[in-house]
């Protein structure tokens, strides 16, 4: 029966370590062609370079103005991850710790968007903002992240929060803290493995969106990298090079965040999860 269960243990890790390398070929054929040139990729697109040359994305740098796009990327997400974070934990503590009965319709309002699709309201979404004159704007895309990703945050950290001992609240209270200050200094520093995860999970969806910048931003002075990447391969889509570097360039700084940082995921999920 042990030498079953060690067979069985066995051919679980090679499927799962198969599973694994089926995932990233597409990620590693990108990154070995990215190196070659439009030849090289024809000729053998699933071969090693030649030569490990970093011309294709010095090239790609300088074509697809890749600064001012990253900049734009970054503000983007920075100030859209910090106002989900603090609004929604501010939001779902307003949740639990009033009992309000307005409270569990808004709350339940907010869970039951998560199931409506953006796609059903983009336009809408586009037409109202556009009447407006709001879109073409950074911060009015920040403001539309925000609204679409206070929901979740809202969900996690309202599970969270619920585990929370009113006592800690209430001695912070006694020595003469405002409810603001008893949720900045004793509350939110509890919720942060939630935070974390919240905030790596936003910067990925927030720094690889294509959809929402594409309707909101139409100018190329406010584009993001990833529409900046898709105005690049129109123009230069027939070196297959470039393409693959300039894709490279536009997710390596999402990869380097995430294994930075990815170790809160699964926990910060899962405690929230466990505790809603």
Known sequence: MKA???FASLVRHVALYALF????SPFFLVLLNSFKSRREIISNPFGFPPEWSLQNFITAFQRMGFVPAFL????????SVIGIAVF???TAYLFVRTDWRINKVMFFAMVASMLIPFQAIMIPLVRIYGSLGMLNSRWSLVYMYLGFGSSFAVFLYHG???SIPKELEEAAMIDGCSRLQVFFRVVFPLLRSTTLSLIILNV???WNDFLLPSLVLISANNRTLPLTTFHFHGTYSSDY????ASLMLTILPVIIFYVALQQHIIRGVME???KA
Do not use: D, E, H, P
């Not at 390398?21 to 990233?24: A, C, E, G, S, T």
């Not at 734009?72 to 100030?79: A, P």
């Not at 090079?241 to 693959?244: E, I, N, R, V």
């Open 4 to 6: 079953l269960r060690r």
């Open 21 to 24: 390398l089926v995932y990233l």
């Open 72 to 79: 734009n990327s970054l503000v983007i997400t920075v100030f």
């Open 88 to 90: 929604s934990a501010m």
């Open 160 to 162: 969270f929060i619920k």
């Open 204 to 206: 990925l969806w927030i």
């Open 241 to 244: 090079g470039l393409l693959m």
């Open 272 to 274: 929230g999860a466990i």
